[in-house]
Structure formats: structure tokens, C-alpha cells
């Protein structure tokens, strides 16, 4: 469409011409007790009628029926898992399967009884296949994220969200080295995983999901996720605490209705200038759902030898070697950025 | 150097608009048309147009300013001026009341607007108050912007769970391209009002109309951030924003052709969650409207709190056309 945009010339204004300061003086004053009514200058009361007779006021009781009605959630039939004690949490391994190893066995010497994984297999990091049997092995419950979505279904893009065309750029590098080293059935493996589960943590039900309950790539970083807007979510889902991941960056945000809680991911760093990674452990309390958010060491040198051997951007080496993310950094909102290196 | 060449949008029109003889009083009284005819205007629609209908309340915009701006960019939407008083100031009271109903409905971020937002002298309080249930965007031309004002909104941002963004307009990557829509002398002004920010290390987002063709494209934006970071601003950020034919925009270039019209069918599913409408609010003091864009047409008007205005909404208006067409958010 952008091709075909620039076959007509409109009049050039310039702050040289006297024209357009003449012009531009008379728009300051054009509106003087005038109203712009689409295109038109109304006088300003006859707007204001127009509008005080557009639209709806409901009675409170009205107000109060929509409302609710408009919060009510959609039928969800995703059976219970469980019930269980202690579980442990995490998502996003972008093809880290140094860090999986470790946490497999962080995760046992803490007692989990179940390790749950929001999504994210692939991506960034080298040797898409060594993740698999490490999942069998440590018998893990995945959901799909993005990354499974997209693999599965032949996308041509990993769908993960962004909008900058450097992001895009590095996205479809990490995207294309792991669609071309997957099998047809790692694959197809993939897209027959849950997109939620349910799971019963003492006398309370989690919601796992790998962006957001209503949309798989939808970003919740902590300062842009407002307690009304996770209570809704909460009260929508019928849960008492939701988890989920895909930004990258952990949280834990206690609400009257329960607990959001992004699990934060294995695969890289939380762009923090350290090298470990991030986990979270639950455990049913007595009057709370205990989380914690956990690091985890993993031998990060041999992950950045294996990127490097595998070709992959030096760009990402360098976020695995000194914790700092160098690309996907425009989704971050101004308070993750701030404390961002890049 | 060369005044870039502004975009046309109109991508198969066929007629040019005559465009108004320039310095004719247009201050007089009674109904005056600004832009000439609008082809295809709402009144003009016949045909069934699709239905948006709000999937979840995400997005609160407050028109906060009112139509009141110390600038009249040639541009500008929503025509505002010194003297636009289509929609007047909003008070931190009635911003307050909507932020309680809002946070009801699970509101996920709120924006704020204009007109020029830092007119209204409640702003800062506004902003205060918004950032204890919901991160804030203040969209400003920059020109209030002052060392006192940049320190105070440091430190609100510094004392908020919630993150405050900072959006500011620029049209232009020079004086002469970018004043010839916003106004003599602004560029210098916002390239001052951005070192500001710079100095108390606050980030904000550099917002671009595509006026000129060339804006949003690669090279182009790269420019932006080389001005950007010039400034002291050294992980530069940026919104490119498409041009909307209507206010004083339709002016400027073109009104909107009748074939730029939603139609029934017009939209696959996919796309839904891409239209702002579908998650959007717009607050004014004059009601509820479906969008930030349509502040200026009665009929958009959906109600008088946030509760009246959970229905669907018809897309017939040309405008909508442009959000699909080229898959606007107003959303940084």
C-alpha cells in the first residue's frame, strides 16, 4: 500500500512562506465560541445538544447489570489436576536445556511433586531436541506457548508480539534456526499440549496459561499489570491464582481475590547483570498460597559455547554471558526499562 | 533541505479536494463547513457495516484537555486550538470518579490527552491519582515542559508501582519539516523539553505522524533515534502514528473517499483484537465515546458512564476504515 501513496502533491507549507504564518495565526483563533462537529464549525450549543442526545444513561441498577454481565467469564471445562502440596513452575527454556537440567534437580532437592511448564520450548538458544527428553525425564506437565503454537501449526513467525523491526528481526533469526532443527513429530508433539491447565494446590485452584488467560501472547509485566485489572481476570477464570509467563521477567502480586504470578522463564537471564535464571516454587499454605520466586545457577558457560559453535547472534551470547538483554527490549514498560542496561 | 513530501493516503483517489483559499475568516457565526465535503460522510451510509464489540474494557483514554491546545497543528485530528472548546478541561474529580468505576471493569492501563494534557492545571494530580490503580501515558506536545514540571514527574514516577509513560510529538526530524505542521518554533522547543527529561532520566516515547511518507520507514525511524539519543536519550523510543482524515487533517490533505468505508465482512476474525475499539474507552467531560479518534462526531457519543458503554458499536464511520487499513493503535 506504502508504494502507491505518493502520486499526488499537496501545496508544500513551510514557516518561510508568509501564507502559513498568516494560516497558522488564524487557526489559533478559529474556534472562538465554535464547535468542530466532524468537519463542520458548529457554534458550540449546538454540539453540546448533539451530543448530550447521543448515547445511553442507565439506571443504576442498569449499570450495575451490565457490568456484571460484561465481567462474566466464558465456560471453562479444563479438568482439575491434582491435588497436590508443592509444585514447581516454569516456562519459557528457549532451547536452554542446561538450565532445564538444573532445575530438574533444584526442583527435586525442594520437594516439588510436580513440575509444571507454562510454554516456550524453542527459541534463543542452541539444540531445540536436547529439551525433550529432559521433560520426559523429569515427567514435566507442559502447556503450549506461543512458540508451540506457531511450530505446530507451520507459522511463518514465532507470534511473539513484537512491534520494533529490530525485535522482529532477532525474533525471526531464533525462530527459523528452531523450526529448521525440530522433527515433524517433536512438532506435532507440541501442538497437541494443553493451552491451560487446572491444578489443585491444597485447597486452591491455579489457572496456568503461558501470556494471559484471554490471549497466549499477551505481555503482563508487573508494572503494567494493575491489581483491579488481575482481581477481574481472577474473578473472570473463577481461580484463586493465576500464573503465567512470556515477558521474561518474574513477579508476585498478592490481590484480595488471590495471587498473580509470572513464573519468569529458564531460558535467559531477567535482564538484572546476573547470569542465573528464574523459577517458582508453590506450596499450600494455611491461611495463603506461599510462592517463591527462586534463582537458579546453571552452567552458563557451556550454554554460551554451544551458541557460539551453533552460530547463533552474538547478541544473545552476550545477554547469557553478562544478564543484560540486548534485543525485545521495546515491549518493556518505562519501569523495566528503567533498570534495563540497554 | 527539501520539505519532505507529505503522505497521501487517499491511495486511489482520483479527484483532488480543492483545498480552502488561505486567511478567509473562518471565525464567523452560524454552521461552516472546514473541510470542504466529506465524501461518504456517516449521514451518507446505507449499507449494513460490521460491529465491534468490546471484548474487555484494557484501555482508558481522558480526553483531559478538552479540545483546548496551545497549538493548532495542521494535522491535529481532533482540531484543537486555544480556542477549541468542543470539549472542555476535565477536573481531578471527575477524572476520580471514572478511574473508581474503571478499576470496577478491570481497566489494564490508562492514557491521557488532548488537546495539550499539561493545560489542565490538575494534571499532575490527575496523573498522581491514576498511578495508585493503574500505570498512566500523558500524551503532550512538550511545550510545558519545564525543568520544575520534569523533576516533579520524575519523582511521581519514582514513588509509583506503576510505570508513568511520557509520549511526545514530533513531526519531524527538522525545524522546517516538523513546524510547517505543529508551528513555527516548536521543533526547538520539543528538542529542549526532550533534553529536560533526559537530564532527570526519564524516558519518554517519541510520537510520529506519518505525515511525511518517509517517517515511518526504516531509515526513518532511525533517524528519529540518532536525534534521540543525541539528546542524552540513550534507549530511544518510538510510536508511529498513521494520519486520520478528519479535522483539520482533512484540510490539510484529503477528506475521506466513499469507498474508505467498513463493510459488512470487511474484517476476519483475527483482526478484532487489533482494533482499539475492541478494548477501548474514550472519557470526556462531555460522556463516554467509543475511541479516542471520533471525539468530534455526536453519534460516537455511547453514553454517560463507562457502565452505558459495554455494547457494540457500529464502524461507520470513515475513520474506522483507516484503523483497519493500516492497523492503528493509539496504544504506545
Redesign the interface.
Known amino acids: 500500500m506504502a508504494d502507491s501513496m505518493d502520486h499526488k502533491t499537496f501545496r508544500r507549507l513551510t514557516t518561510e512562506d508568509d501564507a502559513f504564518v498568516r494560516e497558522y495565526r488564524q487557526r489559533l483563533t478559529a474556534h472562538r465560541g465554535m464547535a468542530t462537529l466532524g468537519e463542520k464549525l458548529v457554534p458550540l450549543e449546538e454540539f453540546r445538544r448533539a451530543a448530550a442526545s447521543s448515547g445511553r444513561a442507565l439506571t443504576e441498577g442498569q449499570r450495575e447489570e451490565a457490568a456484571s454481565r460484561f465481567l462474566a467469564g466464558p465456560a471453562d471445562s479444563t479438568p482439575v489436576e491434582g491435588p497436590f502440596e508443592r509444585i514447581a513452575v516454569f516456562g519459557g527454556v528457549y532451547n536452554n536445556h542446561f538450565a532445564l537440567e538444573a532445575l530438574l534437580e533444584d526442583a527435586a532437592r525442594r520437594g516439588a511433586e510436580t513440575i509444571y511448564c507454562l510454554g516456550d520450548l524453542g527459541g534463543f538458544g542452541p539444540h531445540p531436541e536436547k529439551v525433550r527428553p529432559l521433560l520426559a525425564q523429569g515427567e514435566v506437565q507442559v502447556i503450549q506457548g506461543n512458540y508451540e503454537e506457531s511450530l505446530a501449526s507451520g507459522r511463518e513467525d514465532c507470534n511473539c508480539g513484537y512491534t520494533d523491526p529490530r525485535d522482529n528481526h532477532f525474533a525471526e533469526i531464533s525462530y527459523r534456526y528452531t523450526e529448521s532443527r525440530c522433527s515433524a513429530e517433536f512438532k506435532a508433539w507440541m501442538g497437541a499440549l494443553p493451552l491451560r491447565r487446572r491444578v489443585r494446590l491444597g485447597d486452591r485452584e491455579l489457572l496456568l496459561v503461558h501470556g494471559s488467560p484471554r490471549r497466549i501472547n499477551e505481555f503482563l509485566f508487573h508494572s503494567s499489570s494493575p491489581a483491579p485489572f488481575l482481581e477481574a481476570m481472577l474473578q473472570q477464570n473463577r481461580c484463586d491464582a493465576i500464573l503465567c509467563t512470556h515477558t521474561g521477567l518474574q513477579w508476585h502480586r498478592q490481590l484480595s481475590g488471590g495471587d498473580a504470578i509470572n513464573v519468569g522463564v529458564i531460558g535467559r537471564p531477567a535482564n538484572d547483570g546476573a547470569t542465573h535464571v528464574w523459577y517458582s516454587m508453590l506450596s499450600a499454605g494455611r491461611n495463603r498460597l506461599e510462592v517463591e520466586l527462586l534463582p537458579l545457577e546453571y552452567d552458563f558457560e557451556a550454554l554460551a559455547r554451544e551458541m557460539v559453535r551453533e552460530e547463533l547472534p552474538a547478541e544473545f551470547v552476550e545477554t547469557i554471558q553478562t544478564g543484560w538483554w540486548t534485543t525485545c527490549l521495546e515491549i518493556l514498560p518505562p519501569n523495566e526499562r528503567a533498570v534495563s542496561r540497554f | 533541505m527539501p520539505?519532505a513530501?507529505?503522505?497521501?493516503?487517499?491511495?486511489m483517489?482520483v479527484e483532488?479536494k480543492p483545498?480552502l483559499p488561505?486567511?478567509d475568516?473562518?471565525?464567523g457565526?452560524?454552521?461552516?463547513?472546514?473541510?470542504?465535503e466529506?465524501e461518504g460522510?456517516?449521514s451518507a451510509a446505507s449499507e449494513a457495516h460490521p460491529e465491534v464489540v468490546?471484548r474487555?474494557?484494557?484501555t482508558l483514554w481522558f480526553q483531559v484537555a478538552g479540545?483546548v491546545c496551545n497549538l493548532?497543528c495542521?494535522h491535529c485530528f481532533?482540531?484543537s486550538?486555544?480556542?477549541?472548546?468542543?470539549h472542555e478541561f476535565m477536573t481531578l474529580q471527575q477524572v476520580q470518579s471514572f478511574l473508581d468505576e474503571?478499576?470496577?471493569?478491570?481497566?489494564?492501563?490508562y492514557y491521557f490527552t488532548g488537546g495539550e494534557a499539561f493545560l489542565n492545571p490538575e494534571m499532575e494530580a490527575i496523573l498522581e491519582a491514576t498511578l495508585r490503580?493503574?500505570?498512566a501515558s500523558v500524551l503532550t506536545n512538550g511545550l510545558l515542559l519545564d525543568r520544575q514540571r520534569c523533576e516533579r514527574l520524575k519523582a511521581l514516577?519514582e514513588g509509583a508501582?506503576?510505570?508513568?509513560?511520557i509520549r511526545i510529538s514530533l513531526d519531524g526530524y527538522d525545524?522546517?519539516s516538523n513546524?510547517?505542521i505543529r508551528?513555527?518554533g516548536t521543533f526547538d522547543r520539543v528538542l529542549e523539553a526532550l533534553s529536560l527529561l533526559a537530564e532527570v532520566?526519564l524516558?519518554p516515547v517519541l510520537t510520529v505522524t506519518e505525515v511525511y511518507?518517509e517517517l515511518?520507514s526504516?531509515e526513518g525511524?532511525e533517524r528519529f533515534f540518532e536525534l534521540l539519543r543525541g539528546l542524552g536519550l540513550t534507549?530511544p523510543?518510538l510510536k508511529v502514528l498513521p494520519i486520520f482524515q478528519?479535522?483539520?487533517e482533512?484540510e490539510?490533505?484529503n477528506?475521506y473517499q466513499s469507498w474508505q468505508r467498513l463493510r459488512e465482512g470487511d474484517l476476519p476474525d483475527t483482526e478484532w483484537?487489533h482494533l482499539q475499539c475492541s478494548s477501548c474507552r474514550m472519557v470526556t467531560e462531555?460522556?463516554?465515546w467509543v475511541c479516542p479518534i471520533l471525539v468530534?462526531?455526536?453519534?460516537?457519543?455511547?453514553?454517560?458512564?463507562l457502565?452505558?458503554?459495554?455494547?457494540p458499536f457500529p464502524l461507520d464511520h470513515p475513520a474506522c476504515w483507516t484503523c483497519h487499513?493500516y492497523g492503528v493503535s493509539c496504544r504506545t
Open positions: 520539505v513530501e507529505p503522505v497521501d493516503p487517499n491511495v483517489d483532488t483545498s488561505v486567511g475568516d473562518r471565525a457565526s452560524g454552521s461552516e463547513d472546514i473541510g470542504g466529506v460522510s456517516p468490546l474487555s474494557l484494557d479540545t493548532a495542521t481532533v482540531s486550538s486555544p480556542t477549541n472548546r468542543t474503571a478499576a470496577g471493569l478491570g481497566v489494564k492501563e490503580v493503574g500505570p514516577a508501582e506503576y510505570s508513568l509513560d525545524a522546517e513546524d510547517a508551528g513555527p532520566e524516558n511518507r515511518a526504516h525511524k534507549k523510543r478528519i479535522g483539520a482533512a490539510r490533505s477528506a483484537d462531555k460522556g463516554v468530534n462526531e455526536p453519534q460516537a457519543r455511547m453514553g454517560e458512564r457502565a452505558d458503554t459495554l455494547e487499513a
